[in-house]
């Protein structure tokens, strides 16, 4: 399954639903594009639903890191959105789970962005 | 005690990754792997399918990835090896120390290691040879194919 995007606007708050696998190739090249697009747009709180993101491999995972950074070098703010058990798992054997701020519910992580 | 091989000989591009993790999953679930298992073992043949094209043969079309799994009676072994200039894995990063924490690579060695019960790197000249062990536990109601 290939990785797909689309974002909608909530808040002030950019809310980018991925779904299918952030994996070496174009899962990450879409997601690295969608970030960098944004950024470039002005668009600097990201949220990055993950809810149907089924898989990931350490390729994903340095997209996510890299996403992450790029923003927060920018003066940004991201965070990411309703983890998979399987996507969750991997953040937490990587030690990455404390580095991203990790929300459960759409509205609440949008008022933390405007807080 | 019973012994099933089988071995491939794939081109170095992103098409071997993905068909490498197929095969992988498909073997494992075979093999009786529950499907979190599966998950772990196709997603390390993938990563370690990644260094072989990617940091092994670096996509170069005149080198190959061979692959090969064999099913014994307690184990399944998985030996991935490229030909490329071998893998000194004292060299990789430990990606959990805080100042690799936000390095957007060098995690795949630590997933393989992560997921499998064995792993041995036998890096040469000539390429380098990832040998990886996930022991089959049989199921508390497993029971003895009829013969």
């Given at each position: 399954m290939t990785m797909k995007s689309s974002t909608r606007q909530v808040d002030g708050v950019t809310i980018v639903d991925l779904s299918g696998r952030i994996t070496l190739g174009e899962g990450s090249i879409v997601l690295r594009d969608t970030v960098r697009d944004l950024l470039s747009k002005g668009q600097k709180k990201i949220l990055l639903n993950l809810a149907d993101v089924?898989?990931?491999?350490?390729s994903g995972i340095g997209e996510l890191v890299s996403a992450?950074?790029?923003?927060?070098?920018?003066?940004?703010?991201?965070?990411?959105?309703h983890l998979t058990k399987k996507v969750h798992d991997l953040l937490q054997i990587t030690k990455l789970y404390t580095v991203f701020d990790?929300?459960?519910d759409e509205a609440s992580a949008v008022k933390a962005f405007n807080q | 005690?019973?012994?099933?091989?089988?071995?491939?000989?794939?081109?170095?591009?992103?098409?071997?990754?993905?068909?490498?993790?197929e095969t992988a999953?498909?073997?494992?679930?075979e093999a009786g792997f529950d499907d979190e298992e599966v998950m772990k073992i196709s997603m390390a043949v993938r990563e370690a399918a990644v260094n072989a094209v990617l940091h092994g043969n670096a996509y170069d079309p005149n080198k190959k990835?061979?692959?090969?799994?064999?099913?014994?009676?307690?184990?399944?072994?998985?030996?991935?090896?490229?030909?490329?200039?071998?893998l000194d894995a004292g060299k990789i990063p430990?990606?959990?120390?805080?100042?690799?924490?936000?390095?957007?690579?060098?995690?795949?060695?630590?997933?393989?290691?992560?997921?499998?019960?064995?792993v041995e790197i036998h890096p040469s000249r000539t390429g380098t040879e990832l040998r990886m062990i996930k022991h089959v536990r049989p199921t508390a109601d497993s029971k003895e194919a009829p013969q």
């Open positions: 089924n898989y990931i491999d350490s992450y950074t790029t923003s927060k070098n920018q003066g940004g703010e991201l965070k990411l959105l990790v929300k459960d | 005690m019973s012994s099933n091989r089988l071995s491939y000989t794939l081109d170095s591009t992103l098409e071997t990754v993905n068909s490498a993790e999953g498909r073997m494992a679930a990835v061979m692959l090969a799994f064999e099913r014994t009676d307690h184990d399944l072994v998985i030996v991935i090896r490229d030909q490329g200039k071998g430990d990606p959990l120390a805080p100042e690799n924490l936000l390095k957007t690579s060098g995690r795949g060695i630590f997933l393989i290691r992560s997921f499998m019960d064995v």
